[in-house]
Structures are given as structure tokens and as C-alpha cells.
């Protein structure tokens, strides 16, 4: 790990160790770890330490820091948030608690990456923002974690799409297919409780869908038409039967401020779907193909070239001019979804000892919280057109 030179307006910097705190120890939790043990190993960023993970099961999180590479474990996040050596906060943990976490780290001074959906309510997103806001007038740092802008294929696309290569874009296929809800015996979960997630695939894959369609374009929704639905509506809970209280799939379009229009489709009963984020872009000069499952690759179609050259090519986004790709392996050595991550740590880290604002940004998750939320408005007044109030 190396140091940095300080700014101004950063408060954590120089010869400071960032102290960091990772907070939930499941999917994300190790998602996460494994991008704090291994980014200094590829990219240069500043010294800092992974000092403490935090769950509520004392015996279970002592064995994934122990594993994870943290040096300390705790049950307690307000303590460990109230600690000086914590500069860093990580919430790994599920939407209900982003507000409640990440608020009482911005107070207290601490830079905060937190998981994607940015809250379950607008409500809690817009207080968070808030207290983004806030805090990056003190020098403190926040982010949310659409790691999917670390997929070197996507940055590329963006970079195509910036640089006008696909000329005016018309449409969007964006498409989310996972299918571990197929099985109606597949228990509850707090992922399946409105209370507790929000939504269902809506906020939890949708969001990535609506963010790449944000981010490629640069782009904003005015307007969406929504469906919501749930297939199965009860479940094996703990104690007999529970009732599904969010939705199984989610559709709806997306009118762009730029005139495009965007489809969306979401579902976690697409049987034989794994992890499919599929997106299609459609422009007058050129379109883009990607699919996650594929992520090393792009498919670009020039349509400037003669109509007998035309064909999409298979671009391998593994050259160390692409973004990222560089400080992996040799061409051709490619990566996977676990490299998004380490991206994304070392994007934050970088953003924190340079005292700029890292993307994306607060306001960004916010953004998609609102077209979330007027998907939602939508479904629920039989897919009216909705207007996004910013
Ligand atoms: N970026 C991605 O690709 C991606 C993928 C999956 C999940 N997520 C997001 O990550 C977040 C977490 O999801 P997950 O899949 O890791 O969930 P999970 O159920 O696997 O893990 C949740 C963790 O939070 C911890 N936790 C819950 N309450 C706590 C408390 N009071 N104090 C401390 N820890 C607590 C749990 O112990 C657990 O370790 C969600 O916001 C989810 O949407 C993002």
C-alpha cells in the first residue's frame, strides 16, 4: 500500500492509515473483503487497514473476519462507528438499514461506500443525499456501490457512447434475468418482505438496469410507464406459510430527456437465467451489445462503415488500454465479477485521497430511487405514464 499526496480540503490524507469498517459479513460482506484484501496487490492507492468487520452473530462474524483478512470483528456498528481509527465505512448490510448506517457515519466524519439499492424509501435516499451533501463540504467522501460501471466492457461503452461513436441513441434494452425465485418451495428471505427490502427484483436488479442506462447515456428519465408482479405469493417462512410482499418481475419504459426510450425487464423466476444483465443500445451511427454473463467481451457495430463491412465485432475488453484492464494480466488473461468490486474499492480510495467527489455519487442512487419509485407509482395506477420528479 502507498501514500498519497494530501489535499486541502481532505481531512483523511498524507501519512494517515485509513481505518475501515466493513459492516455485514454475508454476500456483499465477502464481495467486499476480498476487494480491500486484494486491491493494493493491482492498483496504487493509499495505505489504509481493514481494522473491523461488523455483523450481530459474535461466533459467525469472528470467523469471517478472521478469513476475510479483517483484524478485528465487533457487534456493535455505532460503537464501532464512534471509533478515530475508523475513517472508512462499508455497509454491506440489507437496504433497511443504509439510512439508519450511513447518515451516523457521514455525521461522524467518516467517507461511506454503501450497497445498491441507495435505501428501501425516496424518503430515506433523500435524507442520505442530504447528509451526502453535507459531508462533502467537509471533505467526506460518499459513494454507492453500482459496481457494474467497473466492468471494464461497460466503461468502454460509455467511452464509445461519450465519444459519439453510436451517434444520436434511439433505444435501450436493458434486461435483468436471474432465476433463484424459479422454485416455489424457495424459502422466505428479508429479501422478499417489502419491510425489509423495499422492493423485490425492482429495486434489487432494476436498479442496476436503470443506473447502466443512466450511466452509458448520461442521460436522465423523464417519465416511465411500470408493471410490477409476483408469481409466487406465499413461501415456506420460519413459522408455516409467509406471505411474498414484493413484486417476482418488473417492466417497464423509460423515456429519456434525450428522446430515447429505454426498455427495462427484471425477474428472479427467468428459469435457466443465472445472472444475465443483458443491454442493448441502438443509436444512428453504431450499437452496442453486452452481456454479463459474457463480461469480458463488447460487441460494437460501426454502422459509418460500407453496409458489406457491417457486423457486430466481438471486442475483447482485456488490452491495457481499456479501462481497468491494464493492471490486471497479459491480453487475453481475462477477469470476472469479482474484479468489479476491486475497481470500485480503488475508485473510492482514490476519490478520498484526492478530495473529489467519487461517482456514483448519492444524488446518482437517488436518481434511480425516483425512477424506482415512479415504476412503482406506475404499476400500481395500472401502468400510467409517470412523471420522475427531480
Ligand atoms: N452490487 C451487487 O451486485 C449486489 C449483489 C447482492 C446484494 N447487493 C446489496 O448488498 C446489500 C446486502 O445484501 P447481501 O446480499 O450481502 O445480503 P446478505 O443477507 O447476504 O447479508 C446481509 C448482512 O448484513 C448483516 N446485518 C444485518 N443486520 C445487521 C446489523 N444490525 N448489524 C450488523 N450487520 C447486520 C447480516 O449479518 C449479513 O452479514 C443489499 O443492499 C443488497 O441489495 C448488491
Not at 499526496?5 to 483523511?12: D, F, G, L, M, S
Not at 423509460?254 to 444483465?277: H, I
Request: net charge negative; proline share 4%; hydrophobic share 45%.
Amino acid at each position: 500500500m502507498t501514500s498519497s499526496a494530501p489535499t486541502p480540503t481532505n481531512p483523511h490524507h498524507g501519512n494517515t492509515t485509513l481505518g475501515v469498517a466493513a459492516i455485514g459479513y454475508a454476500f456483499m460482506g465477502k464481495a467486499h473483503s476480498n476487494a480491500w484484501r486484494n486491491v493494493a496487490s493491482f492498483f496504487d492507492v493509499p495505505a489504509f487497514e481493514q481494522k473491523v468487520l461488523v455483523g450481530r452473530d459474535p461466533e459467525q462474524v469472528a470467523e469471517a473476519a478472521a478469513r476475510y483478512g479483517w483484524a478485528e470483528y465487533a457487534t456493535d456498528w455505532r460503537a464501532v462507528i464512534a471509533r478515530d481509527d475508523i475513517h472508512i465505512v462499508d455497509i454491506c448490510a440489507p437496504g433497511w438499514m443504509h439510512a439508519e448506517i450511513a447518515i451516523a457515519a457521514l455525521e461522524a466524519g467518516k467517507h461511506v461506500l454503501v450497497e445498491k439499492p441507495l435505501a428501501n424509501t425516496l424518503a430515506e435516499a433523500e435524507a442520505m443525499t442530504e447528509a451526502a451533501r453535507a459531508a462533502r463540504a467537509r471533505g467526506i467522501q460518499s459513494m454507492i456501490g453500482f459496481n457494474y460501471r467497473r466492468v471494464p466492457a461497460l466503461a468502454l461503452a460509455r467511452e464509445l457512447i461519450t465519444e459519439g461513436r453510436l451517434g444520436t441513441i434511439r433505444h435501450v434494452r436493458a434486461a435483468y434475468m436471474q432465476d433463484w425465485l424459479s422454485d416455489a418451495e424457495t424459502p422466505m428471505t428479508w429479501r422478499l418482505r417489502k419491510e425489509t427490502a423495499g422492493s423485490g427484483a425492482l429495486g434489487d436488479i432494476a436498479s442496476h438496469a436503470i443506473d447502466q442506462v443512466l450511466y452509458l447515456l448520461g442521460d436522465t428519465v423523464t417519465d416511465v410507464s411500470g408493471r410490477l408482479h409476483t408469481f409466487v405469493t406465499e413461501r415456506p417462512g420460519a413459522d408455516g406459510t409467509e406471505q411474498v410482499t414484493v413484486d417476482d418481475a418488473a417492466w417497464a419504459t423509460l423515456t429519456l430527456a434525450s428522446g430515447a426510450v429505454a426498455s427495462v425487464e427484471v425477474s428472479r423466476m427467468a428459469t435457466g437465467q443465472k445472472n444475465s444483465l443483458q443491454l442493448e443500445i441502438y443509436g444512428d451511427k453504431g450499437s452496442l451489445l453486452f452481456d454479463l454473463e459474457n463480461l469480458n467481451e463488447l460487441g460494437f457495430l460501426d454502422a459509418t462503415l460500407p453496409v458489406r463491412e457491417q457486423g457486430f465485432r466481438r471486442i475483447l475488453v482485456n488490452e491495457p488500454e481499456h479501462p481497468y484492464a491494464g493492471a490486471w494480466w497479459p491480453q487475453g488473461h481475462i477477469i470476472g465479477w469479482e474484479h468489479t468490486f476491486t475497481h470500485q474499492i480503488r475508485d473510492f480510495l482514490t476519490a478520498i485521497t484526492t478530495g473529489t467527489a467519487p461517482s456514483p455519487s448519492f444524488e446518482e442512487g437517488l436518481a434511480v430511487q425516483k425512477v424506482l419509485a415512479a415504476v412503482e407509482e406506475s404499476a400500481n395506477n395500472k401502468s400510467t405514464l409517470t412523471v420522475v420528479n427531480y
